[in-house]
Antibody, heavy 119, light 109 residues
Framework: DVQLVESGGGLVQPGGSLRLSCVVS????????MTWVRQAPGKGLEWISY????????DYSDSVRGRFTISRDNAKDSLYLQMNSLTDEDTAVYYC????????????WGPGTLVTVSS | EIVLTQSPDTLSLSPGEEATLSCRAS???????LSWYQQKPGQAPRLLIY???TRATGVPDRFSGSGFGTEFTLTISRLEPEDFAVYYC??????????FGQGTKLEIK
């Protein structure tokens, strides 16, 4: 079975940093592009970052570009999101999701990890 | 920038009725690149429809998608109690690369 599990969330002060991880199983990780999507409390879904299987192609939403860095380690079946200069607007549940091969949709999602930015 | 606007924000219906959810794009979206997701409280989103009209694995056939260009629709016939949730449309291609609509909450009347 395909599984994605995020970790690394927690409480961080404004201006601080946090690194999220997403460990996957049940599929050949290197063959799939991955993405991070977040959801602020009571709000909708917001795509924030994408990385291709080989890490050649990376993209970010304007809201996180320059502050967040997506990366992956195919040998460890792991996806990462380094988040710097955090503000209270970054408070959200962060989901990692698998992009279906060659298509523009996300077929598997992790349960999410909560990031709270507060002093 | 492609913006997706869903309507209505909230839809109140009874089990057994038919639900029609709309997703309007600010610019044309490729037929292959419009998807729908269902999200229940405390859960991750679940893929329902991709490529405008193709049901994901395990999705009941009471869910159907249609549309073209800037107007897309998710229809749920014969609502079941487990269908009451929030639904999001999503486009690929952008910019930005991916966009979600703001969501439609389907609630029990």
């Amino acid at each position: 079975d395909v599984q994605l599990v995020e970790s690394g969330g927690g409480l961080v002060q404004p201006g601080g940093s946090l690194r999220l991880s997403c460990v996957v199983s049940g599929f050949t990780f290197s063959s799939y592009s991955m993405t991070w999507v977040r959801q602020a409390p009571g709000k909708g879904l917001e795509w924030i970052s994408y990385i291709s299987g080989s890490s050649v192609t990376i993209d970010y939403s304007d809201s996180v570009r320059g502050r967040f860095t997506i990366s992956r380690d195919n040998a460890k079946d792991s996806l990462y999101l380094q988040m710097n200069s955090l503000t209270d607007e970054d408070t959200a549940v962060y989901y990692c999701a698998r992009r279906s091969g060659g298509k523009g949709y996300f077929d598997y999602w992790g349960p999410g990890t909560l990031v709270t930015v507060s002093s | 920038e492609i913006v997706l606007t869903q309507s209505p924000d909230t839809l109140s219906l009874s089990p057994g009725e038919e639900a029609t959810l709309s997703c309007r794009a600010s610019q044309s979206v490729g037929y292959a690149y419009l998807s729908w997701y269902q999200q229940k409280p405390g859960q991750a989103p679940r893929l329902l429809i991709y490529g405008t009209s193709t049901r994901a694995t395990g999705v009941p056939d009471r869910f159907s998608g249609s549309g073209f260009g800037t107007e897309f629709t998710l229809t749920i016939s014969r609502l079941e109690p487990e269908d009451f949730a929030v639904y999001y449309c999503q486009q690929y291609g952008g910019p930005p690369l991916y966009t979600f609509g703001q969501g439609t909450k389907l609630e029990i009347k």
